[in-house]
């Protein structure tokens, strides 16, 4: 069987697995989630055997440090993926929610129901935990999934289908409800974003090359997260402190994540009250400082070059800008800035309102720190990751992410004139 | 200039102007859309003398009669123009609403902005008046817009773009709001839908080789609207009178629009009851009968073909079908529908339940004519089309289908343990 072929087998199934999904009842789903991690459960030793072979694999490769420790699974992960097929299933369904509901001077009554998008392709990088999470927030959501993890994860990931396949079974629903594509031949990932009779939309999660290479060539819809260049503006009326705890925070209290504050962004007549302060709690955490010619004027940093402002560091180094006004700083976040996260510290409410309204980023904030940018924080429960997409859904994106609405008409009769 | 750098700079200045009406208030949007009719019904003789052109290249073109007729102008459509601008001014404004904003246990207040998508790309077939129609509602809902007429319509789009931009800039906006590509140059279509740095979404208007040669070719996200095979299914506990008024409108009300049905499915157990009536309804009509063979029991009618399952035909026209029960009228529609608009006919209870929350359709109806399918039937006050897609915006697009959200927060200061 060729690549093409053995997609199209498992395409066709996810399709036909996507009906019986999208109107399976709440306690259905629920039972499922409840059914995989009992799987797992009583799989741990096979999972973990298997993820030791890719884990030996992956050393004989060469994989660093940090590609072994996410490819790594223990009881614990796996306790942890349990977990969350728990919590999943303790989150509100989505599907079938009836809103807006009104009568029409036609008569007719007319509203919305939420809907599954159908199947949802997930494309990710050699972590296994992912396999789990997203199967069960598609599942939870009334979708079918197709996943295709990291080659390197192969072993790990078919222990993994062999768990959610008993799970679906138990619980009576296709096992095509998840379909993990459990070959190595990377073919597999074109076929999955060019073919939009199998994949209602697609969801890369991983570094920003996989996302780049996934949404250039795809004709699938991407729900994509590029890069996070978040920033802090201190305006001329924020309250001192609130400045220098925000701006702290949004750097130092981790620095990986996508929500992490990469420039810094003055009002000159605060700047050389904050900036000395902040100079020296940056420098308890060894942050390197970037700063234009006025930020150099107040305080010892290296000089910040063009690239510096479009630049995610995802590390210790941060670029600091001073501007003029709330409008300067306004322009910089959406020339520069990646519309992910920008959050403004100010006591003034009509900048807040003006901030608010004028920034164009999936999430903008008002005297808090950009590293709230996070499903959970924000309330959804659970998150497949964070839109930097205009369309569909933007930010963090979590069950309703991946659902639709349809129009719902109900007459007695009624027809058109 | 080539006709890359021509929309290149077209496009740029379209992006600049989009982070202007995005920010514009409610007021000066009506007070451009006001200010285009004025400079319309100024322009009456130019624009028709435009026309006037337009119309002799067609009819020396041997354009067919219906392409002349939704080419030409009069005073009577350019009014209707006029009109549709103030409907327009009228309609709330969508951008800025503000919702659900609720504490989190961190302390932050988190809830939703409504915002413009960006920059709209339109492409249409020869009709002047979808220029101002969709100007209007990309200007309404904070958008700055594309548009691509048909070359046949060239100098009628051209006098009309002359009163955008005299409109625009009389309500102090800039004339990038509102882009007309005055080329004819049909290279111009394929930047516009591969140029995501200029276009945010692309919404073609017309026919369905337009549709299928824009989506097949975009890498921007495309809001289309294929076919529209549209089914009633007439069950066995339907009231017979209103299934019989209900699948006599859905056809005959008018048959080239999208919502018109194009396939009746008949519970076996009411299919003698009720067709012998219609058959006669839709022979003062005439309209061509084509059934399967339980209906060829029933009623005199012509063989239904495989083909016609999933034919639009957009004619006096109908294929018929008879069930054996619910779930079989429901895999028809999912099978062979194009997820358009479907009707069930019914007086029980729990299969008009059953049915809306398994027909996967834009629109889904009970005991209505599915020639409801419209903008302003649902109330949504105007209509740039009727969306197949899945994602975004489904069956028909208002003002809000051309917006998005993003998230806003509020805190006190707030950082993230």
């Given at each position: 069987m060729t690549?093409?072929?053995y997609f199209n087998q498992a395409g066709a199934a996810a399709r036909e697995a996507s009906r019986v999904i999208a109107s399976a009842g709440t306690e259905r789903k629920n039972q499922a989630l409840i059914e995989i991690g009992r799987a797992l459960d009583t799989a741990r030793s096979d999972i973990l055997e298997a993820n030791n072979v890719d884990m030996e694999a992956g050393r004989e490769k060469g994989l660093d440090d940090a590609l072994l420790d996410r490819l790594e699974l223990d009881h614990n992960r796996i306790s942890a993926m349990?977990?969350?097929?728990h919590q999943i299933a303790g989150l509100a369904d989505p599907i079938g929610e009836i809103t807006d509901m009104n009568y029409r001077p036609s008569g007719i009554q007319v509203g919305k129901m939420r809907v599954p998008l159908g199947v949802i392709g997930i494309i990710y990088e050699s972590r296994p935990n992912v396999t789990i999470d997203a199967a069960a927030l598609c599942l939870k959501s009334g979708n079918a999934t197709i996943l295709r993890g990291g080659s390197e994860a192969i072993n790990s990931n078919t222990a993994i289908a062999a768990c959610i396949k008993t799970g679906l079974l138990a619980a009576g629903l296709?096992?095509?409800v998840v379909?993990?594509?459990d070959t190595a031949d990377r073919g597999i990932v074109d076929l999955m974003i060019t073919s939009p009779d199998w994949v209602d939309i697609i969801v890369p999660r991983g570094g920003k090359g996989l996302i780049e290479r996934v949404s250039s060539n795809a004709t699938v819809p991407v729900i994509k997260h590029?890069?996070?260049?978040?920033?802090?503006?201190i305006d001329s009326d924020a309250d001192k402190q609130k400045a220098i705890d925000v701006a702290f925070n949004a750097k130092c209290r981790r620095y990986g994540i996508c929500g992490a504050m990469e420039t810094l962004l003055v009002h000159q007549s605060i700047a050389s009250d904050v900036l000395p302060q902040l100079e020296e709690l940056y420098a308890e955490q060894s942050v390197e400082l970037r700063g234009?010619?006025?930020?150099?004027?107040?305080?010892?940093?290296n000089a910040a070059t063009e690239e510096d402002w479009s630049t995610e560091y995802l590390a210790p180094i941060l670029s600091i800008k001073v501007v003029s006004s709330l409008e300067d700083a306004v322009a910089h976040i959406n020339n520069y800035g990646s519309g992910h996260t920008d959050s403004i510290v100010t006591e003034s409410y009509t900048k807040s309102r003006d901030f608010m309204r004028n920034v164009d980023s999936s999430s903008v904030m008002v005297n808090a720190s950009t590293q709230f940018a996070d499903g959970f924080e924000f309330g959804l429960g659970a998150e497949i990751g964070i839109s930097t997409n205009k369309i569909h859904v933007r930010g963090p994106v979590g069950l309703e992410g991946l659902t639709s609405q349809k129009w719902i008409v109900l007459g007695d009769g009624h027809i058109r004139p």
């Open positions: 690549v093409s072929e349990i977990e969350g097929l296709p096992e095509a379909v993990v594509m590029l890069e996070g260049i978040c920033h802090v503006y234009c010619e006025k930020v150099q004027e107040i305080i010892e940093v």
